[in-house]
C-alpha cells in the first residue's frame, strides 16, 4: 500500500493537507516523510549550507497569518511563551511551537476546522536546533554544537513536524514520534513517578537560603506539623554543602556582584552547620575538604526528620556541576579544570544573567566527563548513606555551555545525564531527582529516567510581578515539558499576598505541593485547602495545561484574556481560571516587567468541554470509556461555593479581577435510576475537590451509587432528587440536601489510617 505523505515541501511551499503552512521555502530545505505506522502526519526537514561550520543559520521559509505559540528560552535556564501571527513575532531560542492552520490558508475543502501543526527543532549528531525569526517574517532553523572543532554542512533530522485535528494528541504523537525516531530518551508516560509527589512537602530555600542549618530544619518541620500540615517531604535546599571561593575582590574585573556564583564543592560531605555539635568536628569541617571525618550531622538529622517529624522522603540540593563554580582543582580525583562557559548566540540575545556574568569571567570547575559517573556515584552513594532518598539536581544548564574540547554541547549533557540518571538509579531506587534550572533540549531529548521538572522560573516573593507570570508560565511551558516529566510549580508561601493565587494553580498542575514557609509564617487556612491531615495531597491526574480556546491567546499582555487551566481526576475534571494579566518577559527591555500596573478585571465563560479529555471519565460502555456520555454535567465552584448544572454546550459565565482565580470542579452527569442523574464532586473545602473521588460505580438496577472517596470534611455530589439514606462504610450516615441545586452533603471524620479510603453509598 501506497501512503501519500500529508506535510510536504514543494514549490517553495510547506503544506499540510494541502493548506499553506510556509511560503518561500528555499531550494535547500528538504522534508523527509517520517516512516512507520501512523506517522503519515509527520515529517523531518533538513537543509544543506554547502560548507563545513559550526554553526548555521538556514532559511526555512516565510510565516505569515497563522496564530502560533512559541516556549522559548528568554534566559540560559527558562522558558516561557510567547504568542503571535508571523515569523517576526517568533524569538531566538524557540525550542517548541504550535501553529494552528485555519482552513482558508489552503483549498483542501475540510469542513472549516483548524489543523494544528507542532514543530519540534531536534538534536541531530552533535548539533542542537532552535527556531527563530527575522523582521522579514521568515522563520529560521539555527542549528550549532558549542565547538568550534564540530561541524557539518548538512542536516536532514533538523526539525520534526507533526499534525492533527487536536492540539494536546498532536503534540504528544510528535513527541512520541521523536522519541521512537531518536532512542535517547523516554516519554513521561514510560517513566517511574517518585513517590513524593503524593505528599506535602517543605523546601528550605526561601525560609533561609544559604544560611539554612540543622535546628532550622527541625524547627521549620515542627512549626508545620503543629499546625495541623505536616510535610511528608523535605528539600534541603542550597547551604548544606561543603563550598569554598578561591576569587579575591579584583578591582580591575567589572564582575564583583555575583562572585558568589564562582563558589567551588570543597568536599560531598555536609558542611559545618550539619555536623556534629562537638568543637573538634566543625574545626575539621571547616578545615578542608572534610572527606575523611566522622560522618555524622547530616545522617543523624535526616534520622530525625523521619522519626521524629514523620518525614517519608528527604532530598538535598546539588548543581549538575557540584556547585554554581563547579568543583574546586583540589578534589584532584575527580580532576577538575577550571573552565569558562560560553553561551550560544540565542541566549545572548534575549536576557542576560548575573551566573553567567560571574562564571565567564572567574571560570567554573568542570569535572570531566569521564569522571563525572564516578563524582555523582560517589556523592549520592554518601548521601544514600546518610538516609537521603533524592537530589534537586540544579543549575544544569551550565553544562551546555561548556562543550569546547569535549566534543560540543549535546556531547557533554549527555555525558552528564547519562552519569547522572545511572547514579540515581543505584542510590534513589525511587527515582529521587528532581530537574532544575534545565530548560534545553539537550537534557529533554537525553532523559532516560528522570520523572520530575521545574518547570518554570523560581518562585519570587518579593517581586510582585512575578506571580500571574510564573503560574503562565508554567501552564504553557507544560504543553512541551509535560510530554518528557512532570512538571514541579516550584514551592511558594502560604503565607503571602498571592498565596491563595499560587496555591489554586499547584493543586490543579498535577505537581508536587510544597512551601518554603519561615517558621512560624503559615496560613494553615490554605494549607488545609491543600493538605489532608496525614500529610498527603489531591493530586491531579496529569501535567495541568491551558485550555484550547487559550493556546493562542496572551493571558499576559492581551488585556482581555483570561487564562483557564484544564486536568482530570479519577472521575471528572477540574478547570482553574486565572487572572494573569499585567506583566511579562519584554524582547526590548529583555527582562520580565509590569507593563500594566492596574491590570481591570476581566469576564470569560467556562465549559464541560475545557476539560479535553473529560469524556474518558464520563461512565458508559463505549470505547473510549465515555461515548454513551450526553455531555450533560454539572460544575462546582470553588470559590463562589455555587453548583450549577450545565446543559451540553452551555458556559458559565466567570468574572476575575487582577491576581484573582476560580477553580471549577467539571462533573459528567450519570443516569441512576430512571429520571435521575448523579455526580459526584469532592471535599468541597479542598482546592481540587474531585481529586477525593477514587471510584464511582451505578448500580442502576439497586438505584444506587457507591463511591471510593479520600479524606475528611464536606464532601459533597450532585443528585437530581434527594437520596433516600448514605451509608458511610456501611454505616448510615446523616447528610443536607439541597433541593435548588441537587448538592448532597456528607461530612466525611478523620480517619485514623494513612491514606484510608472510605465507602460512601448513596440509595435515591
Known amino acids: 500500500m501506497t501512503v501519500t505523505p500529508r506535510i510536504t515541501v514543494s514549490d517553495g511551499r510547506l503544506a499540510v493537507r494541502g493548506r499553506t503552512v510556509l511560503t518561500g521555502v528555499p531550494g535547500n530545505v528538504t522534508a523527509a516523510h517520517a516512516s512507520g505506522a501512523g506517522l503519515v502526519d509527520g515529517a523531518f526537514v533538513g537543509a544543506d549550507a554547502g560548507e563545513a561550520k559550526s554553526l548555521h543559520v538556514f532559511t526555512f521559509g516565510t510565516l505569515r497569518d497563522c496564530r502560533f505559540l512559541c516556549l522559548f528560552r528568554f534566559k540560559l535556564w527558562w522558558m516561557t511563551q510567547r504568542m503571535g501571527i508571523s515569523g517576526r513575532d517568533v524569538p531566538l531560542e524557540t525550542q517548541f511551537m504550535i501553529i494552528e492552520v485555519p482552513a482558508a490558508a489552503g483549498d483542501d475543502g475540510g469542513d472549516g476546522a483548524p489543523l494544528y501543526v507542532v514543530m519540534l527543532p531536534l538534536l541531530e549528531g552533535q548539533f542542537r536546533a532552535a527556531l527563530q525569526g527575522n523582521d522579514q517574517d521568515e522563520l529560521q532553523i539555527c542549528i550549532e554544537s558549542g565547538d568550534k572543532a564540530v561541524q557539518m554542512e548538512q542536516g536532514t533530522n533538523m526539525v520534526y513536524i507533526h499534525a492533527g485535528d487536536n492540539p494536546f494528541d498532536t503534540i504528544t504523537g510528535a513527541v512520541k514520534a521523536v522519541e521512537k525516531h531518536m532512542q535517547t530518551f523516554h516519554h513521561r508516560e514510560k517513566k517511574k513517578m517518585p513517590s513524593f509527589l503524593d505528599w506535602f512537602g517543605w523546601c528550605t530555600w526561601d525560609a533561609f537560603y544559604t544560611d539554612v542549618t540543622a535546628d532550622g530544619v527541625k524547627s521549620g518541620l515542627q512549626s508545620l506539623s503543629k499546625g495541623g500540615a505536616p510535610p511528608r517531604f523535605l528539600i534541603i535546599d542550597d547551604g548544606w554543602q561543603q563550598i569554598g571561593s578561591e576569587n579575591k575582590p579584583d578591582p580591575n574585573v567589572s564582575v564583583q556582584e555575583g562572585a558568589q556564583f564562582a563558589s567551588r564543592l570543597t568536599g560531598i560531605r555536609e558542611n559545618a552547620k550539619f555536623q556534629a555539635d562537638d568543637g573538634a568536628a566543625k574545626e575539621d569541617a571547616a578545615a578542608g575538604d572534610g572527606d575523611d571525618e566522622a560522618p555524622g550531622g547530616l545522617k543523624r538529622l535526616v534520622e530525625e526528620t523521619k522519626t521524629r517529624h514523620g518525614v517519608r522522603q528527604v532530598y538535598v540540593w546539588h548543581a549538575m556541576a557540584g556547585y ?128 520530575v521538572v521545574r518547570a518554570s522560573d523560581d518562585f519570587y516573593p518579593r517581586d510582585p510581578a512575578s506571580h500571574t507570570v510564573h503560574v503562565a508560565s508554567v501552564a504553557y511551558n507544560t504543553l512541551f515539558l509535560g510530554e518528557f516529566m512532570q512538571p514541579d510549580w516550584d514551592m511558594f508561601h502560604s503565607l503571602h499576598p498571592a498565596a491563595e493565587y499560587h496555591g489554586a494553580a499547584r493543586a490543579i498542575g498535577g ?179 474531585g481529586g477525593a473521588v477514587e471510584e464511582c460505580a451505578v448500580d442502576a438496577g439497586g438505584a444506587s451509587v457507591a463511591l471510593r472517596v479520600r479524606g475528611c470534611g464536606r464532601f459533597g455530589a450532585y443528585c437530581s432528587r434527594k437520596p433516600a439514606k448514605c451509608l458511610l462504610d456501611s454505616a448510615d450516615v446523616e447528610f443536607s440536601y439541597d433541593a435548588d441545586t441537587g448538592l448532597v452533603a456528607v461530612e466525611l471524620p478523620v480517619p485514623e489510617q494513612e491514606l484510608y479510603r472510605w465507602t460512601l453509598e448513596i440509595m435515591v
Request: glycine residues 12%.
Open 511 to 689: 505537581c508536587p505541593i510544597y512551601v518554603s514557609d519561615k517558621p512560624g509564617n503559615h496560613n494553615f487556612d490554605l494549607l488545609r485547602k491543600l493538605v489532608l491531615p496525614d500529610g498527603s495531597v489531591l493530586r491531579a491526574q496529569l501535567p495541568g495545561r491551558p485550555t484550547r480556546d487559550c493556546l493562542f491567546s496572551d493571558p499576559a499582555r492581551d488585556g482581555a484574556s483570561l487564562l483557564k487551566i484544564w486536568n482530570m481526576n479519577k472521575c471528572g475534571g477540574v478547570v482553574g481560571v486565572f487572572n494573569c494579566q499585567g506583566a511579562g518577559w519584554c524582547r526590548v527591555a529583555k527582562r520580565t516587567r509590569v507593563h500594566d500596573a492596574a491590570p481591570g478585571t476581566l469576564t470569560g465563560t467556562v465549559r464541560a468541554d475545557d476539560v479535553d479529555a473529560i469524556a474518558r471519565v464520563a461512565g458508559g460502555e463505549g470505547d473510549d470509556g465515555g461515548a454513551r456520555w450526553d455531555g450533560e454535567a454539572v460544575v462546582y465552584a470553588h470559590r463562589a461555593g455555587e453548583l450549577v448544572r450545565l446543559p451540553r454546550g452551555a458556559a458559565l459565565p466567570v468574572t476575575l479581577g487582577a491576581l484573582q482565580y476560580e477553580l471549577f470542579h467539571v462533573c459528567p452527569l450519570r443516569a441512576v435510576a430512571p429520571g435521575v442523574s448523579f455526580a459526584p464532586v469532592g471535599l468541597l473545602d479542598m482546592f481540587n475537590a
Open 324 to 451: 554554581w563554580g563547579g568543583v574546586t582543582p583540589s578534589l584532584a580525583r575527580y580532576e577538575p579544570s577550571l573552565a569558562y562557559p560560553v553561551q550560544c548566540p540565542g541566549v545572548t540575545g534575549n536576557q542576560p544573567d548575573i551566573v553567567m556574568d560571574s562564571l565567564s569571567v572567574l571560570g567554573l570547575g568542570l569535572v570531566p566527563p569521564r569522571k563525572v559517573h564516578a563524582f555523582y556515584g560517589e556523592l549520592h552513594a554518601y548521601l544514600a548513606s546518610c538516609g537521603v532518598d533524592g537530589v534537586k539536581v540544579d543549575v544544569q544548564n551550565i553544562i551546555e555551555t561548556l562543550g569546547a574540547g569535549h566534543g560540543g554541547r549535546v556531547a557533554i549533557t549527555r555525558a552528564y545525564h547519562r552519569a547522572l540518571e545511572a547514579s540515581v538509579a543505584r542510590s534513589f531506587p525511587d527515582n529521587g531527582c528532581i530537574s532544575c534550572m534545565c530548560h534545553n533540549t539537550d537534557m529533554l531529548y537525553s532523559a532516560r529516567q528522570t520523572a
